[in-house]
Each structure stands twice: as C-alpha cells, then as structure tokens.
Nanobody, 122 residues
Framework: QVQLVESGGGLVQAGGSLRLSCAASGSIFSINTMAWYRQAPGKQRELVAAITSGGSTNYADSVKGRFTISRDNAKNTLYLQMNSLKPEDTAVYYC????????????????WGQGTQVTVSS
C-alpha cells in the first residue's frame, strides 16, 4: 500500500514562514499530480496548490505570491513553502497524490495524508 506522511506544521505568528513536507512511500510505480489542500474549521476543503510530474504548478488566488509548491521526484516528496502567513491561512493542510502502484498496469488513484495543523496567530 501507500503512505503519505506530512510534517512541518505548527504555530507561527502572522508574517512568519513554515515549510510543509509530504513523503510518499510504498510500492509506487509512478506519481502524477501532487497537491496541497487545506480545511479550516467549518469550511470545505480547498485546493491550495498543485504540481504535475513535469513541474507545472497552479495556485489558489489567495496564496499566489506567498506560497511555493515543489517536489523531489527522486525522493517522492512534496513541499509547500509558506511565507507571509496570515491568520486566514490557519487550517489543517493535507497532502494529495495521484499514484500508480506496481504492477504498472494498475490504475492510478488518489491518496491522502493524515493532515498537519497550521495555526497563524495575529
């Protein structure tokens, strides 16, 4: 099976920075798109940023210019550098990946991490 393990969350003051990581492990043949989502209390889960296997990225308007998504394909690891954090960035952040397992003929499917809490104080 596959595990996505996030790390790097925590408490930070407004204007500060955090770097999230998400490491994928298991019988992985290939990883397609990887993404970060977040869910604040009482709100729906929303896409924060995504990156394809080729490195193309897209961001939610609310984080453009402040957050940077990247990945290390050799390590099957996803990152999210978050700068100029605001209280409204407070949420649980989830890693998502579209993964094809061995054998290579297996269909690709979505996998989710367990989430990491990010709290930004004003």
């Amino acid at each position: 099976q596959v595990q996505l393990v996030e790390s790097g969350g925590g408490l930070v003051q407004a204007g500060g920075s955090l770097r999230l990581s998400c490491a994928a492990s298991g019988s992985i043949f290939s990883i397609n798109t990887m993404a970060w989502y977040r869910q604040a209390p009482g709100k729906q889960r929303e896409l924060v940023a995504a990156i394809t296997s080729g490195g193309s990225t897209n961001y939610a308007d609310s984080v453009k210019g402040r957050f940077t998504i990247s990945r290390d394909n050799a390590k099957n690891t996803l990152y999210l550098q978050m700068n100029s954090l605001k209280p409204e960035d407070t949420a649980v952040y989830y890693c998502n990946a579209v993964i094809r397992l061995w054998p290579a003929t297996a269909p690709a499917r979505d996998y989710w991490g367990q989430g990491t809490q990010v709290t930004v104080s004003s």
